[in-house]
């Protein structure tokens, strides 16, 4: 299969914000959409976005994952940037909708049907760097992915960065491309300099998250990662693995985890981390670089809890086994 997010279903579902008022979702092509070269997004980043995912089950029946998360989330990512507000309805019947159409398209677990609504400012202003756009474009976008990481499990090198910051620290809760942009510079020299896969962005001490992903520390059955507040984005694949750790007893602390207390623990026999995220899932990490020194995490190999926890929350979007907590929703035929 082509590389993860590079082949798009021809159609995608599009609506836009223009009057006070929004029109009837279509479906159009998904080959480009019309822009002013002077659209707000263009210059001054009023963008969001979404990533879930929708999974054929044995039965050939489909069934989308917590769509009602990303939905709320995207709804929280509009208001803090200001872009134009979207009831929940509209992005809900816009999934739905342009999932039937592609139902015969669903691949089979342990591929899915990525799904990618994007929200964009499309005023063409360019005197409006202070004041939000008074227009926008939502539209939905499918994407048939695979396994993320085709080729096995191998454990990620994380480079644990507390100096550089992802993002501004009022906008970590915001799925926004210009969080992006700014952790561009700090992944591509840890890539460089010490041959890192991602960054653990740890603001003075604090353990926070990668690039794109959730940080979960695994010791024994502890499980610990960051408490939600506003400097970082709150993972549907987090919430989904807490409540999963905890369905199986385990004790999952919430809390604020510094640099000095992962290092410590990192190094004890049986010590576990992973990265969380809609896409890769749960990826384990394997080792810490910390001023120029590796750390192993346990044994620097995928450790067996966090094996366990992901393949029970893939049984779960795959239909192999009881959705406990109402996560799964079925995609009708229109
Ligand atoms: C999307 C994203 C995540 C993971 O969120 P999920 O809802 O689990 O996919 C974590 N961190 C950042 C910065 C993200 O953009």
């Not at 410590?264 to 981390?273: I, L």
Request: hydrophobic share 40%; charged share 20%; net charge negative.
């Amino acid at each position: 299969m082509a590389a993860f997010g590079t082949q798009f279903m021809p159609n995608m579902v599009h609506t836009t914000f223009a009057e006070n008022a929004w029109s009837k979702p279509k479906l159009v092509s998904s080959d480009s959409v019309s822009l002013h070269p002077g659209a707000h997004v263009l210059h001054y980043a009023s963008t969001c976005f979404e990533g879930l995912k929708a999974f054929k089950h044995d039965d050939g029946s489909v069934y989308v994952f917590r769509m009602d998360r990303n939905i709320a989330r995207m709804q929280q990512s509009s208001s803090l940037l200001h872009l134009p507000n979207f009831p929940a309805e509209l992005l809900e019947k816009m999934i739905l909708s342009g999932l039937a159409e592609v139902l015969d398209d669903i691949p089979a677990p342990p591929s899915s049907m990525y799904i990618r609504p994007t929200h964009i400012g499309t005023e063409a202003a360019i005197g409006k760097a202070a004041s939000p756009s008074n227009s926008s474009m939502l539209y939905v976008l499918f994407s048939q992915v695979g396994a993320y990481f085709s080729g096995g499990d191998v454990a990620l090198r994380l480079l644990i960065e507390e100096d550089a910051m992802r993002c501004a620290a009022h906008m970590g809760m915001v799925k926004s491309g210009g969080n992006y942009a700014s952790a561009m510079g700090p992944i591509l020299r840890a890539k460089e300099q010490y041959q890192a896969d991602q960054v653990l962005f740890c603001p003075q001490g604090d353990v926070q998250e990668t690039g794109a992903a959730n940080f979960i520390l695994i010791d024994g059955n502890e499980i610990i990662t960051k408490a939600l507040d506003s400097s970082f984005l709150h993972g549907v694949t987090r919430d989904s693995i807490l409540t999963i750790a905890r369905d199986f007893g385990m004790d999952v602390q919430e809390r604020t985890l510094s640099v000095e207390e992962l290092l410590e623990r990192a190094g004890k026999p049986g010590c576990e981390a992973a990265l969380s995220g809609t896409a890769a899932v749960l990826a384990p990490v394997g080792t810490l670089i910390h001023e120029g020194k590796e750390h192993h995490i346990g044994n620097g190999e995928p450790g067996p809890t966090t094996l366990k926890l992901r393949k029970t929350l893939n049984e779960i979007q795959w239909g192999k086994r009881e959705d406990r907590h109402g996560w799964l929703r079925k995609v009708n035929k229109t």
